[in-house]
């Protein structure tokens, strides 16, 4: 049962980020099972049901799926430091690569805390899907701009400096037609917010309130791929 993070999280990656190398995890994997995955698996644990009753059914939650690695990647990294200092949980639809995919996700590191929806790496087939559905229905995306505001999250993910804008489309949603990536973050959340078995409600009901955006994310990537398809391509 999930019962917060716990004093400890914080703690472990700070100690990591400082003694960052194999000698230190080595010495320190059990506390890492302990105090670092064991919290998260029981967070996702605890969101999972409320992820596949209120947003898909067909949402992975297997905690080995959704949490993400402790180990870097660092082939084609000048960092070449093997451990995060952070650690993030993606809740995306079941079989479906990273890049690409709309996805809820929720991030701690020692310096904060933060979660949100959105469609991680770059992709021109999916945005300009996204663009054609802006310029069909601005008002689908309008409607997302007071919740966004309400709830505190910001638009983010790099956008193109040169690309021309329809004048039709509505101010407001112009930095949204830019992007190359898009996600929307959560500002403001305190990082002693995840010490509380409270932390559940607060991130789910932002994502309920995120569900309809999710799901416009959702229908530009299927339609991306059907007009791949057509061509005999793959996203």
Not at 8 to 14: A, D, N, S, T, V
Not at 28 to 34: A, I, K, S
Not at 65 to 78: A, E, G, H, P, V
Not at 89 to 103: C, E, I, K, L, Y
């Amino acid at each position: 049962m999930f019962q917060g993070f716990g004093d400890e999280l914080i703690p472990f990656f700070l100690d990591l980020r400082f003694h960052n190398d194999k000698s230190f995890m080595d010495a320190n994997r059990e506390r890492y099972y302990r105090e670092v995955r064991q919290p998260f698996y029981d967070f996702i644990g605890a969101m999972g049901p409320l992820m596949q009753q209120k947003i898909s059914e067909d949402m992975e939650v297997r905690p080995q799926k959704c949490l993400s690695r402790i180990n870097r990647d660092t082939r084609f990294s000048k960092d070449k430091s093997p451990y995060r200092d952070h650690l993030w949980v993606s809740f995306r639809q079941q079989g479906m690569a990273n890049d690409g995919t709309p996805f809820f996700w929720f991030e701690i590191r020692p310096e904060e805390v933060t979660w949100g929806v959105g469609i991680w790496g770059e992709n021109r087939n999916i945005m300009d899907a996204m663009r054609r559905r802006m310029i069909a229905h601005p008002e689908d995306f309008e409607r997302m701009l007071p919740i966004l505001k309400k709830r505190g999250f910001t638009l983010d993910g790099d956008q193109w400096k040169k690309m021309a804008v329809p004048k039709e489309m509505p101010e407001a949603l112009r930095p949204w037609y830019l992007k190359k990536q898009v996600y929307a973050s959560r500002q403001g959340a305190k990082l002693s917010w995840i010490l509380s078995p409270d932390i559940v409600n607060r991130v789910m009901k932002d994502y309920e309130a995120l569900a309809p955006l999710y799901w416009m994310f959702r229908g530009c990537v299927e339609e991306a791929m059907n007009q791949l398809d057509d061509m005999g391509g793959k996203v």
